[in-house]
């Protein structure tokens, strides 16, 4: 008999050639657990996704009763459903209210496909813009607005008329014209190292879309639902989207994502040609039922009062001679180190000997990254960090 370990690395297509292989048999809260009963602290959610921790019990409960009614009916869009139903309602009541129409689906690569499509069609367009070192997703259209060339060169051809613009860079939004159907931007860049906008640049970034006539896109995928310690980032900003993208934390740990745009711009998928934009998992019943739970976690548990002060907890802790900068917003935070060659020891000792889990980003390796589960406690918060500063301390001495 081979063991899970010999079977992922025989059969599970590879994604890079060094894999973490950690072995986990079952989560909790802030913690994973292996099978040898190893714990480890997970300090970056699964990439942003268990915002209520791992295994939530409203989470599970809100699973286990639609598990009892039913699984997937029908393609998306078709039949009365309770979950995606009520879902779609709890969102709109999170946003200002011109964004009352939902499409559901099953990750944020296929949010961003949607809203590009709608874009389109809305605007009757075809450029579309996104920023430098943006990550929108690897599916095709995403990956063309994913601001990375490395990343799309053994791809290509990709969409055409896909123009990249400097985040924060106010003089490049004259780029952004009447033949642009969209700006697609991270309301805060995540895998770029974490990079918040600057004074004014997002309103301005607003301002010029509405001259322009260009829908204006906020990808929250990572940085919504709570994470920052408003339900959405664009709250702490002062601006609103045309469409907004949400997935990751959104399930609670089930698989979900949806974009968000007024219902007058949504009706473009029914006609000409109807059915404009399909999908036959789309809404599932059970994400649903699990993302529902999951808002009403982060609402009634309270968890955004907790956020600032859980980043300032971390942010005093960590200093240290060799932590050049920590960035952030929220629980959305970055560490930086001179370089990868500092920073992967650090992260691999505070997994082997700490029993701690961090990362790095895409297009960011010499910054660490922590976005643990926003119910982290303090004491999670304190033992986090003395475990980080001790590998710290054993790497660079
Ligand atoms: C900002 C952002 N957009 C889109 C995506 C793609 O989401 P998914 O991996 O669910 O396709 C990600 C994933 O990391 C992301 O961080």
Same mark, same amino acid.
Not at 96 to 99: D, E, Y
Not at 157 to 160: A, E, F, H, S, V
């Given at each position: 008999m081979l063991t899970p370990r010999q079977l992922f690395l025989r059969h599970q297509a590879q994604t890079s050639d060094f894999p973490l292989l950690l072995e986990i048999e079952r989560a909790e809260g802030v913690y994973m657990y292996g099978p040898d009963g190893q714990r480890y602290l997970d300090l970056i959610s699964g990439i942003g996704v268990s915002n209520v921790g791992h295994r939530h019990p409203r989470v599970l409960a809100a699973i286990q009763q639609q598990l009892d009614k039913y699984l997937h009916l029908m393609v998306y869009g078709e039949l009365v459903q309770a979950p995606p139903a009520e879902l779609a309602h709890a969102l709109h009541q999170t946003l %200002? %209210?011109? &964004?009352d129409g939902v499409f559901f689906t099953n990750s944020g690569t296929e949010a961003v496909e949607g809203a590009l499509k709608l874009a389109k069609r809305h605007t009757g367009r075809t450029e579309l813009i996104s920023c430098y070192n943006a990550y929108h997703g690897s599916t095709q259209g995403a990956l063309s607005v994913t601001g990375s060339e490395d990343f799309k060169r053994s791809y290509r051809? &990709? &969409? %055409?008329d896909v123009r990249h613009i400097g985040f924060n860079n106010v003089s490049d939004l004259q780029h952004i014209t009447e033949r642009t159907a969209a700006v697609i931007v991270e309301t805060v860049q995540g895998e770029a190292g974490v990079r918040v906008a600057e004074n004014g640049y997002l309103q301005a970034l607003r301002q010029r879309c509405l001259y322009t006539g260009a829908l204006l896109i906020l990808d929250e995928i990572q940085c919504g639902f709570g994470r920052t310690g408003t339900f959405w980032a664009f709250e702490q900003f002062g601006i609103y989207p045309d469409i907004l993208l949400t997935a990751k934390g959104m399930g609670g740990g089930m698989p979900i994502g949806a974009f968000i745009a007024p219902q007058r711009i949504m009706a473009g998928f029914k006609s000409n040609p109807i059915l404009g934009h399909l999908t036959t998992f789309g809404g599932h019943p059970v994400s649903c039922a699990a993302a529902l739970a999951t808002l009403r976690t982060i609402q009634e548990e309270n968890l955004l009062a907790g956020v600032a002060e859980k980043a300032a907890r971390f942010r005093e802790q960590l200093r240290h001679p060799a932590i050049r900068a920590v960035r952030g917003c929220g629980l959305l935070m970055a560490v930086e180190f001179d370089s990868f060659a500092v920073l992967k020891p650090i992260i691999d000792r505070a997994l082997s000997h700490e029993g701690v889990l961090t990362d790095w980003f895409l297009f960011c390796d010499n910054s660490l990254r922590l976005a643990p589960p926003l119910t982290i406690s303090n004491s999670e918060i304190d033992e986090s960090c003395t475990a980080l500063l001790r590998a710290i301390d054993y790497v660079v001495g």
């Open positions: %200002p %209210p011109h &964004l051809p &990709l &969409l %055409p």
